[in-house]
């Protein structure tokens, strides 16, 4: 059974930073590309950042340059390491697998875990 679990959120003011981590289990991880994904409140559930099974990334426009995904897969897990965060950013904070490669659209595979929240003040 595959398990995603997130953490590292909390509260943060404007212009700070956070790191985020996903364990994964239950899938071959090495070759699973991961990504990150955030729900604001009253909004859908956007990609914020996607990493493959051989390290490249890819960012959503608004997180570009502020925002490095990275994994480790010895410990199965990925981290977003978030950095002068804006208001905007508040949301909760999901990973998910697929196995798609770089380039092409990012399919999350599994049931969502319980997420991180992540709150940015002015």
């Known amino acids: 059974q595959v398990q995603l679990v997130e953490s590292g959120g909390g509260l943060v003011q404007a212009g700070g930073s956070l790191r985020l981590s996903c364990v994964a289990s239950?899938?071959?991880?090495?070759?699973?590309?991961m990504g990150w994904y955030r729900q604001a409140p009253g909004k859908q559930r956007e990609l914020v950042a996607t990493?493959?099974?051989?390290?490249?990334?890819s960012y959503a426009d608004s997180v570009k340059g502020r925002f490095t995904i990275s994994r480790d897969n010895a410990k199965s897990r990925i981290y977003l390491q978030m950095n002068s965060l804006k208001p905007e950013d508040t949301a909760v904070y999901y990973c998910?697998?697929?196995?798609?490669?770089?380039?092409?659209?990012?399919?999350?595979?599994?049931?969502w875990g319980q997420g991180t929240q992540v709150t940015v003040s002015s």
């Open positions: 239950g899938i071959i991880f090495r070759i699973s590309r």
């Open positions: 990493i493959t099974s051989g390290g490249q990334t």
């Open positions: 998910n697998a697929d196995f798609g490669y770089w380039g092409t659209e990012f399919a999350p595979r599994f049931d």
